[in-house]
């Protein structure tokens, strides 16, 4: 009899995507929406949340502030769209490249290393709207749960993975290991990024350390 198939992962399209971006009968009124997120975005990384008002998204944006709340109830609103948006991005880049065909042989350090490198460009590139996007976890419910959903549907995806490149004698427990390794992962990226204050070690050793780390975990050999 063999065994049931690995439970799917939850669709993060279903987590991440902001409904309403495709229901915009005007392309103008398209262009209007798509304006406001990359101001807020911006404005976002360079003072924080608690700095950023709704008059200065719409003066970045070029519209009057009426228009801003024709779009969107509050700035909480606005942010969580920025934020689904970085993460359905990191997941597409990292997770949704992930195969079990890349992990054959000596490839597997590779993809690990690769996913990595993926990993910490992309919470590098934006460091400050990480900050804010943890900062408001902690205290913003609706925040919270985008978290939580993003970090659910990454460590089921993980786990999956575990299931179909590892061994039940490497990895008894796959969601436990898939938990760990998400985990090192983000810390890993987080401190990169400069939230946890200035680096000790240097980013490639660090690199290096937590590919081996991942692949030990994954693999009897």
Not at 96 to 110: D, I
Request: glycine share 4%.
């Amino acid at each position: 009899m063999k065994p049931p198939p690995p439970p799917q992962a939850p669709g993060i399209e279903v987590l991440l995507v902001d409904q309403r971006a495709r229901t915009f009968a005007q392309e103008r009124a398209r262009r209007t929406y798509e304006a406001l997120i990359e101001a807020a975005s911006t404005a976002f990384m360079e003072n924080g949340y608690d700095a950023t008002g709704s008059p200065e998204i719409a003066a970045r944006a070029g519209v009057a502030v009426g228009t801003f709340y024709r779009y969107f109830d509050d700035k909480k609103q606005v942010l969580l769209e920025v934020c689904r948006r970085s993460l359905a991005a990191g997941y597409q880049r990292i997770l949704e490249r992930l195969t079990p065909a890349q992990f054959v042989g000596k490839a597997r350090h590779t993809t690990i290393a690769e996913a990595i490198d993926i990993l910490l460009e992309h919470v590098s590139s934006f460091p400050r709207m990480h900050r804010v996007f943890v900062e408001m976890s902690l205290r913003d419910d609706d925040v919270a749960r985008l978290r939580r959903a993003f970090d659910d549907a990454s460590r089921a995806r993980l786990s999956q993975l575990c299931q179909l490149i590892s061994t039940r004698q490497a990895v008894p427990d796959p969601e436990a290991t898939a938990w760990v390794i998400y985990t090192a992962a983000v810390e890993c990226a987080s401190a990169v990024a400069g939230l946890h204050g200035p680096l000790t070690i240097d980013v490639a050793r660090a690199k290096e350390a937590l590919s081996r780390v991942i692949e030990r975990a994954l693999f009897d050999s």
